[in-house]
């Protein structure tokens, strides 16, 4: 009987959908030019002598005239639909409180990033007009759309249940990714290791420490990352959640020298060779996966076996911790050993000898996401715990 339901509200939620999504767009488009026209306004004769100007001052007519209305008129028709008290489905849709929530969100960074701008500025000595145009103009579409979500016309039913889905798919994105260095750890590092030393204190770094810690019981773990407020505070947490120690440590050389096993996860501007390699310790598992590169070319030169995620995914792109190895041919199909899934299914060997130093790239994978999601919605069903949310 839930079929014919749901092909019925198909229709629906596509329309939403789309209206939506437009709106967000022409929202977007109309903000840009209205800052730009306020900027012009606020910076007086400067701007009518700037080079480029006139072709500035044309976008920002074209941007503010046409999405404008068009915003105007598309929340006309869907105000409408919202505000029918006979039919609650538009306010009580997640496309609804979606649309509310990011779009406050993304008028609340611009706008303190622009009154930012616009304040340090001033005491620098400096008259910024684009910044404080830009933050003022933000700042009325964030008031604007907080003050939809407190209306009783147009208040989003489902809000909370938004915000709950999102909060558990960042959630499960970071727990995936510490779960897959976790699996290079299980498959490549030896099985008495002791000492971890881990470069970086955010994002997916807390369950690449807490799972490792899971399977190796270690003796040791050193944390390091650039400000010294958060690496204390990533090892302070850390320490109260694996109950045993965890050391935070003022440069590379100490977190890395001597471990077992080595996470580099910074967060660096660009590529820089802060990791030495003289630094790993023979028979040592190194896993690399900033962004920007921070290990020197020699780093696989030392290595026995060199393993990635996927070799499709890290051959290409202009990013990652090896990505001038492969440029200069230092990782290629010829030198990859394997890949980790080839190891799990048992195609190919993991860790063979003590001796062996091993090398696990990995760039991350939707397919964790996916396979760790359901092994949670397993355990969770098990356990009896957990809300379904309605996303029609």
């Known amino acids: 009987m839930s079929r014919p339901d749901a092909t019925a509200r198909t229709p629906g939620v596509v329309r939403r959908i789309i209206v939506l999504v437009v709106l967000y767009a022409l929202v977007v488009i109309a903000a840009i030019g209205l800052s730009g026209l306020l900027e012009r306004v606020l910076a007086g004769t400067e701007a009518v002598v700037a080079e480029g100007s006139g072709t500035l001052l044309a976008r920002s007519l074209a941007f503010a005239?046409?999405?404008?209305?068009?915003?105007?008129?598309?929340?006309?028709?869907?105000s409408r639909r919202l505000a029918d008290p006979d039919d609650p489905s538009e306010r009580d849709s997640v496309a609804?409180?979606?649309?509310l929530l990011v779009t406050t969100l993304t008028a609340l960074i611009t706008a303190t990033v622009g009154l930012g701008g616009a304040a340090t500025a001033g005491i620098d000595g400096r008259w910024d007009p684009g910044a404080l145009a830009s933050g003022i103009v933000w700042a009325a579409v964030w008031v604007l759309h907080v003050l939809l979500r407190r209306s009783t016309l147009?208040?989003?039913g489902r809000l909370a249940s938004v915000i709950v889905g999102l909060s558990a798919v960042w959630g499960l994105a970071v727990a995936a990714s510490g779960a897959v260095t976790a699996l290079g750890g299980k498959y490549l590092a030896r099985k008495g290791s002791k000492i971890l030393g881990h470069i970086g204190s955010r994002g997916t770094a807390y369950w690449n420490v807490r799972l490792l810690d899971h399977l190796f019981d270690f003796d040791e773990i050193r944390v390091h990352s650039?400000?010294?407020?958060?690496?204390n505070g990533f090892a302070e947490k850390l320490s109260a959640d694996l109950g045993k120690p965890v050391r935070a440590v003022g440069d590379w050389r100490s977190c890395v020298?001597?471990?077992?096993i080595v996470v580099e996860a910074s967060r660096l501007p660009e590529p820089e060779?802060?990791?030495?390699?003289?630094w790993i310790k023979p028979g040592a598992l190194v896993m690399p996966y900033g962004t920007m590169s921070a290990v020197e070319l020699s780093l696989?030169?030392?290595?026995a076996k060199i393993v990635v995620d996927d070799w499709?995914?890290?051959k290409g792109g202009k990013l990652g911790s090896l990505r001038a190895h492969v440029e200069t041919g230092r990782l290629s199909e010829q030198t990859l050993h394997a890949e980790l899934g080839q190891i799990a299914a048992g195609l190919k060997a993991g860790r063979e000898s003590e001796e062996e130093t091993i090398l696990f790239w990995h760039r991350g994978l939707s397919l964790s996401d996916i396979a760790l999601g359901k092994a949670m919605l397993t355990k969770a069903q098990a356990n009896g715990i957990g809300q379904r949310l309605r996303f029609s």
Do not use: H, V
């Open 300 to 303: 696989t030169d030392i290595m």
């Open 273 to 278: 060779p802060l990791l030495k390699t003289e």
């Open 226 to 231: 650039r400000r010294p407020e958060s690496r």
């Open 312 to 314: 499709g995914q890290c």
């Open 65 to 78: 005239l046409i999405a404008g209305p068009l915003a105007a008129a598309l929340w006309w028709w869907e």
């Open 257 to 260: 020298d001597g471990a077992d």
């Open 96 to 99: 609804w409180a979606l649309y």
């Open 154 to 156: 147009f208040a989003p």
